[in-house]
């Protein structure tokens, strides 16, 4: 194997930490000329139960599977299409999101009329983690810069495991 090969798939699993060892190894990629949400959609691991998605997650990757397991039991997935809004300046939010593909817009309020670009969520990354915690509503909105499939891990399920 070439260093360029492994200096390539090093960068993946950075990049990709939920992406399957055993798709970093293909040697045939997807066409180049698909969308990427295409080629995200078609990887293994998409369709995977809330439980594998949240391990490969750095966020949860130090959890032990019990308190993965509760956690996945009330966690939602939400599939999304580029321009949706996940969620409105102003809304109140019941829990954290999680990105396991995809990219997601924060904009914040800019001039009358307008809106400011403050933040990107890509894959592993949170979002709303510390309004959940502060119970306070949304103060950005959050919209979908490329399809996206994001995890929402309500708040209560949150406390219940930083009290055991």
Not at 22 to 34: G, I, V
Request: charged share 20%; with cysteine.
């Amino acid at each position: 194997m070439t260093k360029m090969a492994l200096a390539t798939r090093r960068y993946l699993a950075i990049c990709f930490p939920w992406m399957p060892a055993e798709r970093l190894n293909r040697t045939a990629p997807r066409p180049p000329d698909a969308p990427f949400a295409v080629r995200c959609r078609a990887w293994p691991g998409t369709k995977s139960p809330p439980e594998t998605l949240l391990a490969r997650l750095p966020l949860f990757s130090a959890l032990d599977k019990a308190t993965l397991a509760r956690l996945a039991a009330v966690a939602t997935r939400h599939e999304f299409k580029r321009g949706e809004q996940v969620f409105r300046h102003g809304e109140p939010l019941g829990g954290m999101y999680v990105v396991v593909y995809g990219q997601i817009r924060l904009l914040g309020a800019g001039p009358p009329g307008a809106q400011r670009l403050t933040g990107i969520a890509g894959p592993g990354h949170s979002i709303a983690e510390p309004l959940a915690f502060l119970d306070h509503t949304a103060v950005v909105t959050a919209e979908v810069a490329s399809d996206a499939l994001l995890l929402q891990i309500p708040k209560q399920a949150l406390f219940d495991e930083l009290e055991r």
